[in-house]
């Protein structure tokens, strides 16, 4: 049990690592997006989104992502299941206890027609100033996302709805 933990650890830290290499080219010094409640029906906040991450070298993992209504989201949640309905509360309260008060979990979120703005803070480990990155999705539906990276990744995040929640004041500590 401690080595699939330490394994999990271990791929959340690469992910995270391959995230800011990804987002490097567009880092700041300045939060761009203000922290607005969201009031629309584009997205929906009764759930989470997941996509399947693939990998040549490890099982498929599910990456979950909650979206709240004051305008932060969380994301970064990795199970080693692919089938949302087995996602449980008690699954992600063990989560939230290890990972959801770290600030780099948590980020801004705006919608603007169908785009999905999501700004969060990213960290170079030879920089020890804040940056923050800006990603853009189109969302297709108010259950499906698409996020392009830019280069050749191409990811879908689906809906799944789910009565529990973290609890999102954790990032207002973080973010005004």
């Known amino acids: ?22 987002f490097i080219g567009c880092k700041d010094d300045v939060r761009t997006l203000e922290r607005m409640n969201y009031e629309g029906d584009e997205l929906r906040t009764d759930g989470f989104y997941y ?16 979206f709240f209504r004051n305008g932060v989201y969380l994301w970064g949640m990795y199970f080693n299941d692919t089938i949302p309905a087995h996602i449980t509360k008690d699954s992600i309260l063990s989560f939230e206890r290890l990972y959801s008060q770290f600030f780099d979990r948590w980020g801004v979120y705006q919608v603007s027609g169908n785009q999905l703005f999501q700004e969060f803070e990213c960290h170079d480990g030879f920089d ?29 995040y689906h809906f799944h709805k789910f009565d529990y929640k973290p609890d999102s004041t954790f990032a207002l500590q973080w973010i005004p």
């Open 51 to 66: 996509y399947l991450e693939k990998n040549k070298h490890a099982p498929t993992q599910m990456m979950v992502s909650f």
């Open 128 to 156: 020890p100033r804040t940056h923050y990155c800006l990603t853009t999705s189109d969302i297709m539906n108010d259950t499906t996302f698409v996020y392009r990276d830019g280069y050749s990744d191409t990811i879908v």
């Open 1 to 22: 049990m401690e080595n699939k933990v330490f394994i999990s650890r271990v791929k959340i830290l690469l992910v995270s690592a391959f995230l800011l290499v990804l």
